[in-house]
């Protein structure tokens, strides 16, 4: 299994970005997959996740301003960050994550998100 992060860069205050997370060697339609970020200096924290079932949930601090989606013939998921803030500067990661949210794996190695004031 295999899942790799593309789309991140550098964005000003209020701009938008779509993130992409490419799978291989699994379908998506029977995982449940998570959009993670490290901010620098901080632990990785859960962004959004989107399950086998389409359900999806959001962190607070991006409710309202983020859109997780996925395209089965792709089998890739997406992540819509619109309004983007400095402090959702980060590394973006995606995995899979158990029923609970809880990440089980593999890491890629991220996608930077820079936004700039």
């Known amino acids: 299994v295999q899942l790799v992060e593309s789309g991140g860069g550098l964005v000003q205050a209020g701009g938008s970005l779509r993130l992409s997370c490419a799978a291989s060697?699994?379908?998506?339609?029977?995982?449940?997959i998570g959009w993670y970020r490290q901010p620098p200096g901080k632990q990785r924290e859960l962004v959004a996740r989107?399950?086998?079932?389409?359900?999806?949930n959001y962190r607070d601090s991006v409710q309202g301003r983020c859109i997780i989606s996925r395209d089965n013939a792709k089998n890739t998921v997406y992540l819509q960050m619109n309004s983007l803030k400095p402090e959702d500067t980060a590394v973006y990661y995606c995995?899979?994550?158990?029923?609970?949210?809880?990440?089980?794996?593999?890491w890629g190695q991220g996608t930077q998100v820079t936004v700039s004031s």
């Open positions: 995995t899979l994550t158990s029923a609970f949210g809880i990440p089980q794996g593999p």
């Open positions: 060697g699994t379908s998506i339609m029977i995982n449940n």
């Open positions: 989107i399950t086998s079932g389409g359900r999806t």
